[in-house]
């Protein structure tokens, strides 16, 4: 096996135009907005999301160069947003060519479910 092949749930996973990464804090994000350039996705969309006790506005402002929707999920910890994360991504598909979904690992992996069972 080679590092080529190393699989990671929810960091930088591919569903097609979807990618799922779990960075929820400020040196996952670096690393999220790293990998995006280094991949030259363009036109991308965030669709975001994290719990109460991250730096959730130092990460949104982090992302000032992307279009991001802030999304809900169903987590009592969950900061939330005013749209569902399936209409947030839905938004997003018709805005955008690429959709990176992040902000907490709890959300990306009930986003993952999602996807999965979609």
Request: proline share 1%.
């Amino acid at each position: 096996m080679v590092i080529d092949d190393f699989k990671w749930p929810c960091r930088f996973e591919r569903f097609g135009h979807l990618y799922l990464d779990g960075a929820h804090n400020i040196s996952g994000m670096e690393a999220l907005i790293q990998t995006i350039k280094e991949r030259k996705l363009e036109d991308v969309g965030i669709v975001f999301s994290a719990l109460m006790d991250k730096d959730c506005q130092k990460m949104l402002d982090m992302l000032k160069e992307f279009d991001v929707v802030i999304a809900d999920f169903d987590d009592e910890r969950s900061q939330g947003g005013h749209i569902s994360y399936q209409k947030a991504i839905e938004i997003m598909k018709a805005k955008h060519q690429n959709i990176v979904v992040t902000g907490s690992l709890h959300f990306v992996s009930t986003v993952r479910k999602y996807v999965i069972s979609a």
